[in-house]
């Protein structure tokens, strides 16, 4: 809940309870007063620690300002960056450089910028911290151990979870190691999940408004705890009202990161609910999760509409359409992280920008962490990949859900879109010019159909609608004929 809704609450309460007392003869109003509004406040009443860091950020940069030292911070960013000019420029030392800039504090008469509020916030949690408290909770820690149990009695041949992968099985905390990192005890696999939405209504102005969030799930977890609120760890929401840049995200996830090899060596807890004594705890993060664009932004490729667009190989967008595997160059993590140092090097934000476009590769923070493998350890989430991605796409182009109430110019236009999106010059298109073959696209859609052809079909240019009252055919009739011999 917003602090504003919570505060609403707690005023509705105020009236529910001085209402109450006037009924029963009890002085209601008093009691009333007595509870705070403020969302601080009550924390601290009810013993609740929520141990946040919260840094002055730049709207522009993302750049972070600690806010404990507010009167010594610059009412402008001083963070420096490679300015886009050519080779040519004179440089400054080593880089071509200059200052980001940008308003840090609302503008007014005062000097001192401890008074003053700012623009933007950043506002994570620590890791640690959140291990910390979470390893009070009865029946956590024992519940971090059931992958050990559930493996010893899995079936071999049957992968339906990560337990079952074969990274978790090979993944181990050094080369010369010979255990599995997650067969030792208090060794915790994370992985992370980034992801932007719109808060408001997608009209107007409002629909370009998007915030992200930065989840980390523990996957030692079963699979039926994983993804509970309370089991999952959220680290921060980035602030809007855009989807910040790849340089960006590297100052969005520093905080997070620059913790992360502290906690692969171990960190000692002086003490837990099932080890009073203290024990150790190592975390490691080994799955990176979000949709195509996301994905690509936080481990430094380039975006999926550039030349490079796949992670996996370097195939060019002229062979989209290649089914050869013989024929992909499969990307390495030793060639990707020295095209991304050798893309640091470079002096001029031009030099920088034609490199990345040349290679696909792009710097990210992750690279620091020596066991990041960012060809390995990168996956689309089933929702984008499969919901909103496939399945969309064969409601859309052949089953014409969601044309209703549109214009015929746009139905026309999104059927020209559709087309072009499937190349269909190729001769791996997706979509045969065959009625047979359209039918068959369709079959994940029709299974168990008891009929499919309506009873008044006697004319041959007779065609199902859309049941949503578009007037835009799905299929004709002699098609429907095709698919219900296929299904029968």
């Not at 255990?179 to 030792?184: G, K, V």
């Not at 996996?312 to 095209?339: G, M, P, Q, W």
Request: a neutral charge; hydrophobic letters at 35%; one cysteine or more.
């Amino acid at each position: 809940m917003s602090r504003d809704s919570i505060k609403q609450f707690l005023l509705s309460e105020r009236e529910k309870i001085a209402g109450l007392g006037e009924k029963l003869n009890f002085d209601g109003l008093s009691i009333a007063k007595e509870i705070q509004l403020s969302t601080e406040t009550i924390l601290v009443q009810l013993e609740i620690s929520m141990d946040f860091e919260k840094n002055v950020c730049c709207p522009e940069c993302f750049s972070f300002y600690d806010r404990t030292k507010m009167g010594h911070i610059s009412k402008q960013c001083t963070s420096k960056f490679i300015q886009p000019f050519p080779s040519s420029i004179v440089k400054l030392g080593s880089l071509a450089r200059k200052e980001c800039g940008s308003l840090l504090f609302e503008t007014d008469d005062k000097n001192d910028t401890s008074l003053q509020k700012p623009i933007c916030t950043f506002t994570y949690q620590s890791l640690q911290k959140w291990l910390a408290s979470h390893m009070w909770i009865p029946g956590f820690e024992k519940l971090l151990n059931a992958h050990n149990t559930h493996n010893s009695q899995a079936d071999p041949k049957v992968i339906s979870d990560i337990w079952h992968s074969k990274i978790w099985h090979t993944f181990k905390s050094s080369p010369h190691s010979k255990q599995a990192f997650t067969n030792r005890t208090g060794s915790w696999i994370f992985s992370l999940y980034v992801d932007w939405f719109n808060p408001f209504s997608k009209k107007g102005a409002a629909k370009y408004i998007s915030i992200g969030s930065i989840l980390l799930t523990c996957l030692n977890l079963p699979p039926s705890e994983n993804h509970k609120e309370e089991n999952m760890f959220l680290y921060a929401i980035i602030p809007g009202p855009k989807e910040p840049s790849l340089d960006q995200m590297y100052s969005i996830l520093e905080p997070l990161v620059i913790g992360l090899p502290m906690l692969w060596n171990g960190i000692w807890f002086s003490n837990t609910h099932d080890f009073p004594q203290s024990r150790l705890i190592r975390v490691a993060l080994l799955h990176l999760i979000a949709d195509l664009p996301a994905l690509h932004k936080v481990a430094g490729f380039v975006s999926h509409l550039a030349n490079q667009f796949f992670s996996f190989c370097n195939i060019t967008r002229v062979d989209i359409n290649e089914i050869d595997l013989l024929k992909f160059e499969t990307r390495t993590h030793a060639n990707h992280i020295s095209k991304a140092n050798e893309r640091l090097q470079l002096q001029t934000k031009k030099g920088q920008d034609q490199f990345v476009k040349s290679h696909g590769v792009w710097w990210s923070i992750l690279d620091k962490l020596d066991y990041w493998r960012q060809i390995e350890f990168c996956g689309i989430d089933i929702m984008h990949c499969l919901i909103l991605g496939d399945i969309k796409d064969y409601c859309i182009s052949f089953l014409k859900v969601g044309h209703k109430g549109s214009s015929e110019a746009s139905r026309t236009k999104s059927d020209q879109n559709a087309k072009s999106n499937r190349a269909s010059n190729s001769r791996y298109s997706l979509r045969s010019q065959t009625a047979t073959s359209t039918v068959l696209n369709l079959l994940p859609f029709t299974q168990g159909t008891d009929s499919l052809v309506p009873s008044d079909s006697s004319s041959d240019d007779n065609q199902y609608l859309n049941p949503m009252g578009d007037e835009t055919p799905i299929l004709k009739k002699d098609e429907l004929g095709v698919l219900q011999k296929v299904i029968n």
